[in-house]
């Protein structure tokens, strides 16, 4: 790659025609002395963006931002998220009202329809929902195709990819209806989906929905129900994990989120998309954090092992880093992972675990990086994932199942962000750009005479 410097300088300032003023920002390409301006569009809360949508037809330069650190890859009117600052926004209301007020189902419609809803509507909504929660009894013995021992996230996105070929009659993505029903049939078959998968791993008969319980109680009931007697779903428990999908249900344009898009903008169909995501949120840099968190905490094992973590975090030659600390955009605490840390000790408590060790080792850590310098400059924080797993674990919910959780809950938001994407008058088919670095136009060496 090569880089001349200073043959591009900026400046910004404001355009007038007839009829409009328009901010922009001014290129000035000092190789062949043109410059270029480029419109400045206004955000309503937040950094505003630089319209570079016409720079290579206007200047033959692309832009490069591997990993899309300074890129806005889309419009969107559903989550907000100030880094800096610390605050996450559904639809415009702070997650922390919404995690103590509300609940999944009702973040839920809110993410799909962009307003809260009034209680005939969540009324409904919730039926709807609890309605589609069964699955084709087909897809029962598709599952039997995996190895038992198989990932639960491998199964995910087997099983959700798959259910483009159960439900034929809500694949056309141009009509509104359709798209509805996929979504809503998606947001309320991931519990039973979920719950199968660890049904399917360990070897129990599935356990069925029951339409009298709600949204997380009836997830915990497929979890650990079987038919050989009642099994009564702790209200802390479910209401904890309530709160969980809540704080898991969107985050902006992340990885996952962004492959669903960029699936999704090539006319692909959502069940085919949220499978996507859910390749995407397997990731130890993404959601196969909060399993990575445990297995890290249960490495270290007593607080007098912290330090020697510590140090290993802070080591370049090492690769170990501190899961569930960092975020790309969180630049300050993760609300999240307060509302979160709030949550197990209240887990704990109500489980009469409040000596749970990884609790101890997890508050020691946390304490021990705040003050150490190497993660001060870099602020890094405890994120999302730092302490949901030590709930999951008091749920007994095993660590190979955190991600399915996370990606059971995710799914409102990507669906939503899926219907945005597909609404949006101007969304085209994704097609990044490169820098290409490699050989030039060469001669072909037939193989004899190579
Ligand atoms: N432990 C030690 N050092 C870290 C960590 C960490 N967890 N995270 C970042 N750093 C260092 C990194 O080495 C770099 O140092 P330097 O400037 O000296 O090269 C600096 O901090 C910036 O890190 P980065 O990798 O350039 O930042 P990024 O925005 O590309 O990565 C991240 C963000 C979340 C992938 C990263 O912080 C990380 O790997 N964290 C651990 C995994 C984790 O907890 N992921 C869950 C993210 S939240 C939920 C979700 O998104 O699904």
């Known amino acids: 790659m090569h880089e001349k410097a200073d043959t591009v300088a900026v400046t910004t300032g404001e355009t007038s025609d007839c009829e409009s003023k328009q901010d922009h920002l001014t290129l000035i390409d000092h190789h062949n002395g043109q410059s270029y301006d480029l419109p400045i569009i206004y955000g309503s809360v937040g950094p505003n963006v630089i319209d570079v949508r016409r720079l290579y037809t206007d200047t033959g330069y692309f832009t490069f931002d591997p990993g899309f650190t300074a890129t806005a890859s889309c419009n969107s009117k559903i989550t907000f998220i100030d880094g800096e600052n610390g605050i996450l926004l559904y639809r415009g209301y702070p997650i922390q009202d919404l995690a103590e007020y509300s609940d999944f189902m009702e973040v839920s419609y809110l993410l799909l329809k ?38 639960p996230m491998a199964v995910m996105c087997g099983v959700v990819g798959a259910l483009s070929a159960f439900y034929h009659d809500s694949l056309d993505i141009n009509d509104s209806h359709q798209r509805m029903i996929a979504s809503y049939r998606l947001v309320a078959k991931m519990p039973t989906i979920a719950a199968w998968t660890y049904k399917y791993a360990v070897g129990q008969p599935f356990i069925y929905p029951r339409n009298e319980m709600y949204y997380a109680q009836n997830f915990l009931h497929m979890m650990f129900a079987t038919p050989c007697e009642p099994y009564h779903v702790s ?5 904890a994990l309530d709160r969980i999908l809540m704080l898991h249900a969107d985050h902006e344009q992340n990885a996952s989120t962004s492959t669903v898009r960029l699936a999704g903008s090539s006319g692909a169909n959502p069940f085919a998309c949220i499978a996507a995501g859910i390749a995407s949120l397997w990731g130890p840099a993404h959601g196969g954090a909060n ?37 790309r955009v969180y630049k300050n605490y993760d609300p999240r992972a307060k509302i979160m840390q709030r949550t197990a000790h209240e887990v704990l408590d109500a489980l009469d675990k409040k000596d749970e060790p990884l609790l101890a080792v997890a508050l020691e850590l946390e304490r021990i990086a705040l003050e150490d310098e190497y993660f001060v400059k870099r602020r890094l924080y405890p994120n999302v994932d730092f302490y949901s797993g030590i709930i999951f674990n008091a749920m007994r919910i095993p660590t190979t199942m955190f991600t399915a959780i996370f990606a059971l809950a995710r799914t409102v938001g990507w669906i939503s962000q899926w219907n945005e994407m597909i609404e949006d008058p101007g969304q085209k088919i994704g097609r990044p750009r490169q820098l290409y670095s490699g050989q030039g136009p060469r001669s072909f060496k037939r193989l004899n005479q190579r």
């Open 235 to 239: 209200s802390v428990l479910a209401r």
């Open 114 to 151: 962009g307003e809260l809803p009034t209680a005939a509507e969540k009324a409904r909504f919730e039926h709807d929902i609890t309605y589609h929660s069964m699955l084709n009894e087909q897809i029962a013995y598709f599952y039997r195709g995996f190895r038992r021992d198989a990932h």
């Open 291 to 327: 399993e990575a968190v445990v297995s890290m905490l249960t490495a270290i094992g007593d607080k007098c092992n912290v330090p020697e973590y510590v140090r290993r975090a802070k080591d370049k030659s090492d690769p170990f880093r501190l899961m569930g600390f960092g975020h």
